[in-house]
């Protein structure tokens, strides 16, 4: 065989070799790409995404949209052709497998964590529209989950609302954890909680549970490789009684990154007027009771997912907005914004077209 045809039948062979090992050969990343966005002003899947019943609601236009990024699942293995692809491919972001789920984290157990904070996310939303608007709102402190195997499991239930640790009033959620950290693993700690039947009985009926009963509970020795802290097995939560019903639907959507969005759209459906004055307006970021608004994750696959669906201004939490300006997309104005207050701001400037006004993102935040 002639050297020439040699070297090429090597090369070619070499060349095969190298992509399959490319297609067959798994690597440690996961990808991060623009996903759908939606408008909360209006409907998915046939409904309206923001239902309101027992108060007055007032038309809207525009689009206040909220944004998401999808991922490859925890179960998901990608090759090096892929990673290689991704990480050239401008819209598509290449990152650690650990980075999205750390420890090891199953199908189920990621669905479970976002859909979670969807919720906690919702009824986040929900309390600061309605103080925004001064619309009372009762809260009270209750126990979200309890974990399998631990001294809490038969004794608490998620729901129990919690009034009192060793008989200090509880106030907020982390008033929990400190309560039961002053004790040492083994000592007992009682709690004076409203059962969760007995709270939604009372709910049902429009009043207040008074029926308080104690729980004495031993604690265990914490397993998170930490300080010897004592631990019951149970995590805190916030629960609500809203004057009326507010109800999100959509489906097929986790974390707690739409919290701001769902805020103004609620917002904007129990006031007169449209905050965006038929604008497309799209956005990101958590929220808290009070209407903080925090950062998130993937926020230039965010802006990006929004221009694409003609979006021209885009809410952007403040500890967002270095990284959302270092290549934002062409005609997208990014907003900053730190409360739900600065977002009305911002769209009273938008509708009412005081751009010059904005806050906007730059590159050093």
């Known amino acids: ?3 020439r045809t040699a070297t090429m039948l090597a090369s070619t062979l070499m060349l095969i070799a190298l992509l399959c090992a490319g297609v067959f050969l798994p690597v440690p990343y996961a990808e991060m790409s623009p996903g759908p966005t939606v408008n909360t002003l209006s409907d998915h899947d046939g409904e309206p995404v923001l239902q309101i019943s027992g108060r007055k609601t007032y038309p809207t236009d525009g689009n206040l949209n909220m944004t998401t ?5 925890p179960d998901y293995r990608m090759n090096l052709v892929e990673a290689v692809y991704g990480w050239l491919a401008h819209d598509d972001k290449i990152v650690p497998h650990d980075t999205l789920y750390p420890n090891g984290k ?6 479970q964590e976002n859909a979670e904070e969807f919720s906690q996310s919702q009824e986040s939303a929900k309390v600061a529209a309605l103080k925004e608007l001064g619309v009372p709102v009762r809260s009270w402190v209750i126990v ?4 399998k195997g631990t001294p809490a499991q038969g004794r608490l239930h998620a729901g129990d609302v919690i009034k009192a640790v060793d008989g200090t009033a509880v106030k907020e959620p982390a008033d929990v ?8 693993p083994g000592q007992d700690v009682v709690f004076t909680i409203v059962p969760a039947k007995d709270q939604a009985a009372a709910e049902k009926a429009h009043r207040t549970a008074t029926a308080t009963k104690d729980v004495t509970i031993t604690t265990a020795q914490s397993d998170d490789g930490g300080a010897k802290r004592a631990v019951v097995g149970i995590s805190a939560g916030t629960d609500h009684t809203f004057p009326f019903t507010i109800d999100i639907k959509l489906a097929d959507v986790g974390g707690p990154s739409a919290g701001l969005m769902f805020a103004l759209g609620i917002y904007d459906k129990l006031t007169p007027g449209s905050l965006t004055g038929g604008k497309f307006v799209a ?6 009771d009070d209407g903080k608004v925090g950062p998130i994750g ?3 696959l965010k802006t990006i997912g929004a221009r694409d669906k003609g979006a021209r201004y885009f809410l952007t939490p403040a500890d967002n907005c270095a990284a959302a300006a270092q290549d934002p997309p062409s005609g997208l104005t990014l907003v900053k914004v730190g409360t739900i207050g600065d977002a009305l ?5 938008i509708r009412s077209g005081k751009t010059a006004d904005l806050p906007t993102c730059t590159a050093k935040g």
Not at 69 to 73: F, Q
Not at 144 to 147: A, C, E, K, L, P
Not at 283 to 288: A, Q
């Open 106 to 111: 199953t199908e189920q157990q990621s669905s």
């Open 1 to 3: 065989m002639p050297r």
């Open 345 to 349: 701001g911002a769209l009273k400037d």
């Open 177 to 184: 954890a400190k309560l039961v950290t002053r004790h040492k």
């Open 283 to 288: 956005g990101t970021g958590t929220i808290d």
């Open 69 to 73: 990024v999808r991922v490859t699942s």
């Open 298 to 300: 993937g926020v230039e």
């Open 144 to 147: 979200s989950t309890v974990v």
